[in-house]
T-cell receptor, first 110, second 113 residues
Framework: RKEVEQDPGPFNVPEGATVAFNCTYSNSASQSFFWYRQDCRKEPKLLMSVYSSGNEDGRFTAQLNRASQYISLLIRDSKLSDSATYLCVPLSGGYNKLIFGAGTRLAVHP | DARVTQTPRDKVTEMGQEVTMRCQPILGHNTVFWYRQTMMQGLELLAYFRNRAPLDDSGMPKDRFSAEMPDATLATLKIQPSEPRDSAVYFC???????????FGPGTRLTVL
């Protein structure tokens, strides 16, 4: 089983839609999680950190379910500029390494 | 606005040539990571340093890759000799303080012909 599994997508949604991505992780010792977004031909950029059960920042909400070992990202009122690949990243048990998922592609259309 | 910088941004070279990539971490960050990204493999961790000491380079092909941090403001990744399968984008990231968030540089896009 992969350490991090994400639906590769693409998710094609209209502007204004709500979209959710799920991510499952295999290391039950992971305590912290991150969502990064990566635009085409650019570097990954930190979107959100999750240190407890969840986090909310504007239109973005992350929720963590430790019992089922999955973390979700909800985007409300999608904008064209949200089009990107979203990477789910648990922190490894060693607290030094980030384990990057392959990412979920989101395409928001007018 | 503190950022990780990387040079060169693009590099095209021929098989067998030496390639050196450089990274300047965010000032004050004491942990530096090197990643490689390809379409097939996604983002792979190659090596990382804390306080300039190598902590883990298990993700790096040892026979041709080497990573060093000669001082706190410079990390280097060298490939000698380069091969076409090394073609990828190489990212450097840095982390500091008590947080775990990593901040990425813009990457070096390497093409080995």
């Amino acid at each position: 089983r992969k350490e991090v599994e994400q639906d590769p997508g693409p998710f094609n949604v209209p502007e204004g839609a709500t979209v959710a991505f799920n991510c499952t992780y295999s290391n039950s010792a992971s305590q912290s999680f991150f969502w990064y977004r990566q635009d085409c031909r650019k570097e990954p950029k930190l979107l959100m950190s999750v240190y407890s059960s969840g986090n909310e920042d504007g239109r973005f909400t992350a929720q963590l379910n430790r019992a089922s070992q999955y973390i979700s990202l909800l985007i409300r009122d999608s904008k064209l500029s949200d089009s990107a690949t979203y990477l789910c990243v648990p922190l490894s048990g060693g607290y030094n390494k980030l384990i990057f998922g392959a990412g979920t592609r989101l395409a928001v259309h007018p | 606005d503190a950022r990780v910088t990387q040079t060169p941004r693009d590099k095209v070279t021929e098989m067998g040539q030496e390639v050196t990539m450089r990274c300047q971490p965010i000032l004050g960050h004491n942990t530096v990571f090197w990643y490689r990204q390809t379409m097939m493999q996604g983002l792979e961790l190659l090596a990382y340093f804390r306080n300039r000491a190598p902590l883990d380079d298990s993700g790096m092909p040892k026979d041709r890759f080497s990573a060093e941090m000669p001082d706190a403001t410079l990390a280097t990744l060298k490939i000698q000799p380069s091969e076409p399968r090394d073609s990828a984008v190489y990212f450097c990231a840095s982390r500091g303080g008590r947080t775990y968030e990593q901040f990425f540089g813009p990457g070096t896009r390497l093409t080995v012909l």
